[in-house]
C-alpha cells in the first residue's frame, strides 16, 4: 500500500513538474512577443488560445474528416468520387435508344462461397435492367448449388445450367451459351466483381457507333473489400494485345461474332479468355475501349478441390498457357515468329529479323 502511494506521488510530481515547464514555455513565448511586437499582439495571442481551448473539441469534430481524407490514399478518395459522379450519371437509362439484353456468362468451380455471393450481388446491383446471368457450375458442390438455387429464386434473370461434373471449362462454357439470349455476352470470373454502373456504360458506348467487342479499365479487390492497384488501359492496339492480354476484363462480345468463330476452343482454362479475344480480333476490327473501371479482380486466391499450387507455380502455369495460346494465334495468321519472354512481358519476335516489341504485362490466375 505504502508502495503504491510513493508512485502515486512520484506521478502525480512529475506530471506538475512537466506541467509548470509548459507553463514557463508559454510564459517566455508571450514576453518574447511583447518584446518584438509589443503587448498587443500579446494580449491577442492570449486570447486566440483561450478562445482555442475552450471551443478546441468543435474544431476537431470539423477538422478530423479533413484530415482522414489527406491520409487516405489518393485511389481511394477517387473511388468515392467516382460513386458520386457515376450514380448521377446513370439517370435517363430509359431515355437510351439501343437497349439491348446483356446476357453475362459465370463459370462456377469450387467457389469460396462469400466471394461467389459478392459476385452475384454485384450483378443483380446493376444499373441497366435489361440483363441476364448465366451460370454453369463446373464439377458442382452440395454448398455453391443450395447458393445458387436461393438467388434464382430471388432473380428470375438468373438461369442455371444443367449441373455437370465431366465437361472441360471450354465445353462447360459452351454449355453455358445455350442458356444466352442476348444481343451481347460478357465474361465474369469466378469471385470477381462488376461496378454497379457497369452495364450501362457497356449501353452508352454502343449508342455511339456499332462496335463488337468492348473491353474496360479495370481494378484489384482485396479480402477487406477494398480496391486498388488500377489498370487504366489504352485504346485498341493489335500489337499490344499480342503482348499482353490488356483487354480481357471487362470484355464484352457480340453474340453474333462468337456464333462465327465456335465459341470456345478447348484450351487450358486459365487461358480460355485470352483465345476467345485473339480470335475474335481476326474477324473484326470494331474493337472499343471504355475508359472506366469496370471490373474488380479478386486479389486473393482460394485453393480449388484438390489443387494446391503456390502463387509463383500458378503464375508459372499461366504464363506457360498464355503463351501456348499466343503461338497458336500467331500460327493461324500466317505469321513466321517465335515469341520469347522480354524484360517485363511476353513480346513477338519475327524470323524476319523485325525488332520485337514489349509492354507492360499483366498476368492473372484466371484470364
Known amino acids: 500500500m505504502q508502495d503504491h502511494e510513493q508512485d502515486h506521488e512520484q506521478d502525480r510530481e512529475e506530471y506538475t513538474t512537466q506541467h509548470r515547464a509548459r507553463v514557463l514555455q508559454r510564459e517566455n513565448f508571450r514576453h518574447r512577443l511583447e518584446e518584438t511586437l509589443g503587448w498587443r499582439p500579446s494580449a491577442y495571442y492570449q486570447r486566440v488560445r483561450v478562445y482555442y481551448r475552450r471551443w478546441r473539441h468543435i474544431f476537431v469534430d470539423l477538422c478530423e474528416p479533413l484530415m482522414k481524407r489527406l491520409g487516405r490514399d489518393p485511389y481511394t478518395v477517387w473511388v468515392d468520387e467516382e460513386k458520386q459522379l457515376m450514380g448521377a450519371e446513370t439517370e435517363g437509362l430509359a431515355a437510351l435508344l439501343t437497349q439491348p439484353t446483356v446476357s453475362i456468362v459465370l463459370l462456377i468451380q469450387d467457389p469460396h462461397l462469400p466471394w461467389l455471393a459478392a459476385s452475384l450481388s454485384s450483378v443483380m446491383a446493376q444499373s441497366y435492367p435489361k440483363w441476364e446471368l448465366c451460370l454453369c457450375d463446373f ?109 480481357c476484363h471487362l470484355s464484352v462480345y457480340k453474340r453474333s461474332l462468337l456464333e462465327t468463330i465456335g465459341a470456345f476452343r478447348a484450351v487450358d482454362s486459365a487461358s480460355l479468355s485470352y483465345d476467345l479475344l485473339l480470335r475474335c480480333t481476326e474477324k473484326t476490327a470494331r474493337i472499343c475501349h471504355i475508359p472506366r473501371v469496370l471490373y474488380h479482380k479478386r486479389q486473393a486466391s482460394v485453393p480449388q478441390g484438390n489443387t494446391s499450387l503456390s502463387a509463383a507455380a500458378t503464375d508459372t502455369v499461366v504464363h506457360a498457357q498464355t503463351r501456348r495460346v499466343l503461338t497458336q494465334a500467331l500460327e493461324r495468321r500466317g505469321v513466321a515468329s517465335v515469341v520469347e519472354d522480354g524484360p517485363c512481358s511476353v513480346y513477338l519476335q519475327s524470323s524476319a529479323d523485325t525488332p520485337g516489341f514489349t509492354s507492360d504485362q499483366h498476368y492473372y490466375s484466371n484470364p
Open 139 to 247: 464439377k458442382p458442390s452440395p454448398s455453391s448449388h443450395s447458393v445458387l438455387e436461393e438467388y434464382t429464386r430471388h432473380d428470375k434473370r438468373i438461369k442455371i445450367g444443367t449441373y455437370v461434373d465431366s465437361l472441360e471449362a471450354a465445353e462447360a462454357f459452351t454449355h453455358a451459351l445455350g442458356l444466352v439470349s442476348g444481343e451481347y455476352l460478357a465474361l465474369l470470373e469466378q469471385h470477381d466483381m462488376l461496378s454497379p454502373w457497369s452495364l450501362a456504360e457497356v449501353i452508352r458506348y454502343l449508342q455511339k457507333s456499332p462496335v463488337d467487342i468492348l473491353y474496360s479499365d479495370e481494378d484489384v479487390i482485396d479480402t477487406q473489400e477494398t480496391r486498388g492497384a488500377p489498370f487504366f488501359k489504352p485504346n485498341w492496339s493489335p500489337d499490344l494485345c499480342l503482348s499482353s492480354p490488356y483487354a
